[in-house]
C-alpha cells in the first residue's frame, strides 16, 4: 500500500542551526502539508503546497522555515535558524486531489525535531 | 475562521464498553469533510472514520460511528465494544478546502 515516508525519523541539532526533513509523498496525490506536533499537544496546520507553490500557511510558518519540492518526489521543510521551541514531532501528509479525493490525509511516521 | 474544538481531554472506558468523544467545530463553509484520526503510541496517525458535511446519514466503520449534526456543527464518535488496541490520541478533523485543521485531541484509556 503506498505510503509517506519521512527521514530522519529523529534529528538533534544546537540552536540556530539549520535543519532539513524530508518527505516523500504518495506519488498521485497532488497537495502536500507539514504538522507540528509539540509533544503531546495537538497536532498545529504548518503550510500547504500545490503546483510547486504554497497555498496556504499558518501564523506558525514564518520567515525561517521555508517548503520546496526540489525533485519529482521529495517534500522538504527547512528551518533555517532552530529555536528551542521548535523541538516537536513534524509530520508529512499528502492529499489526492480530484475527481476521487475523499479529503482523507495520509500522514507520515514523523520526524522528531529536538533542538538543544 | 474555522475551528475545532474537543472539549474532553481524557476519556476512559472499560474494555467491551462503549465510548463517545466529542467534537464541535466551527466554520461557514457548505461544502466539507469531518474526521476522525487516531494517534496510537507508535506516532502515526491514520483515519478511523470520514463523514461529508453533504450526507445526512452517519458514518459508520465496524465498532465505530459517528453522531453528525450538522446544525449544531456536532461530530461526537462512538466507539463501542472497545479493545484494550483502541487506547490512543484520537483527534478530531475538519477539512474545507485542502486545508485540515485538527482539535486539541482526547486521549482514550481502554481498562481490561
Known amino acids: 500500500e503506498p505510503e509517506v515516508t519521512q527521514t530522519p525519523s529523529h534529528q538533534v541539532t544546537q540552536m540556530g542551526q539549520e535543519v532539513i526533513l524530508r518527505c516523500v509523498p504518495i506519488?498521485?496525490?497532488?497537495?502536500f502539508y507539514w504538522y507540528r506536533q509539540i509533544l503531546g499537544q495537538k497536532v498545529e496546520f504548518l503550510v500547504s503546497?500545490?503546483?510547486?507553490?504554497?497555498?496556504?500557511k499558518s501564523e506558525i510558518f514564518d520567515d525561517q522555515f521555508s517548503v520546496e519540492r526540489p525533485d519529482g518526489s521529495n517534500f522538504t521543510l527547512k528551518i533555517r535558524s532552530t529555536k528551542l521551541e521548535d523541538s516537536a514531532m513534524y509530520f508529512c501528509?499528502?492529499?489526492?486531489?480530484?475527481?476521487?479525493?475523499?479529503?482523507?490525509?495520509?500522514f507520515g511516521e514523523g520526524s522528531r525535531l529536538t533542538v538543544l | 475562521a474555522q475551528t475545532v474544538t474537543q472539549s474532553q481531554p481524557e476519556m476512559s472506558v472499560q474494555e467491551a464498553e462503549t465510548v463517545t468523544l466529542s467534537c464541535t467545530y466551527d466554520?461557514?463553509?457548505?461544502?466539507?469533510?469531518l474526521f476522525w484520526y487516531k494517534q496510537p503510541p507508535s506516532r502515526q496517525m491514520i483515519l478511523v472514520i470520514r463523514?461529508?458535511?453533504?450526507?445526512?446519514q452517519n458514518a459508520t466503520e465496524n465498532r465505530f460511528s459517528v453522531n453528525f449534526q450538522k446544525a449544531a456543527k456536532s461530530f461526537s464518535l462512538k466507539i463501542s465494544d472497545s479493545q484494550l488496541g483502541d487506547a490512543a490520541m484520537y483527534f478530531c478533523?475538519?477539512?474545507?478546502?485542502?486545508?485540515?485543521?485538527f482539535g486539541a485531541g482526547t486521549r482514550l484509556f481502554v481498562k481490561a
Open positions: 501528509a499528502s492529499i489526492l486531489a480530484g475527481g476521487t479525493n475523499t479529503g482523507e490525509l495520509f
Open positions: 506519488s498521485n496525490h497532488l497537495y
Open positions: 503546497f500545490y503546483n510547486n507553490e504554497i497555498s496556504e
Open positions: 466554520t461557514s463553509e457548505s461544502d466539507y469533510y
Open positions: 463523514q461529508e458535511a453533504y450526507k445526512q
Open positions: 478533523g475538519f477539512t474545507g478546502g485542502f486545508k485540515t485543521i
